[in-house]
Each structure stands twice: as structure tokens, then as C-alpha cells.
Nanobody, 115 residues
Framework: QVQLVESGGGLVQPGGSLRLSCAASGNIFSSNVMGWYRQAPGKQRELVAA???????RYADSVKGRFTISRDSAKNTVYLQMNSLKSEDMAVYYC?????????WGKGTLVTVSS
């Protein structure tokens, strides 16, 4: 079993910043992919950013240049630094880890972008 605990969501004004954190525990192998997805009301869940255990990253086009994903493998923790937030970034953000082709999800943390 794998558990994911997210933190860092909240209310921020347009143009502001937030940092999300997600700590993983349980049967985590050294080779895995950790990432963040988001789901806005009425929309499908979409990939925001992901980072592999080898450090390679990928981002949704909509967040490139504004969001940065990073991980601390020693702590099994992934971070998402979100800058220059826009109203369209408002969503529930879910932490994800893929271990041996199995996806595990956090409960989600709400990011609200509003003045």
C-alpha cells in the first residue's frame, strides 16, 4: 500500500504563488514517477507536471515557465512551486505516484485563485 499526504493549497490572488507538497509512504520502490494532476469543476483531470526518479520532468503546456516540480527522493516528497497563478489554475490538485505501473492518488488539495 502507498499513502500520499498533500499540503499547501489555499487562496491566492492572481499573480501570486503557492507551493504544494506531497509526502509518500508505504511500498515505494526507488523507481517511480511522482506528479501533480488537477481537476477543475466540469473538466477532466489533467496532468500538470511529473518528475521521474531519474529527475526528468514534464509539464502541461499551460503551466510551462510558471510552475516547477521537484522531488526529494530521500523524503519521498514531491513539490510543486506555482508562480504567476491565473484564475484558470483554480482546481483541486491531486498528488500522484506511479509504482510498477500502478497509480496511487492523494485526496486532493484545493487551489483557489481569486481577488
Amino acid at each position: 500500500q502507498v499513502q500520499l499526504v498533500e499540503s499547501g493549497g489555499g487562496l491566492v490572488q492572481p499573480g501570486g504563488s503557492l507551493r504544494l507538497s506531497c509526502a509518500a509512504s508505504g511500498n515505494i520502490f526507488s523507481s517511480n514517477v511522482m506528479g501533480w494532476y488537477r481537476q477543475a469543476p466540469g473538466k477532466q483531470r489533467e496532468l500538470v507536471a511529473a518528475v521521474s526518479s531519474d529527475g526528468s520532468t514534464r509539464y502541461a503546456d499551460s503551466v510551462k515557465g510558471r510552475f516547477t516540480i521537484s522531488r526529494d527522493s530521500a523524503k519521498n516528497t514531491v513539490y510543486l512551486q506555482m508562480n504567476s497563478l491565473k484564475s484558470e489554475d483554480m482546481a483541486v490538485y491531486y498528488c500522484n505516484i506511479r509504482v510498477s505501473l500502478v497509480d496511487y492518488w492523494g485526496k486532493g488539495t484545493l487551489v483557489t485563485v481569486s481577488s
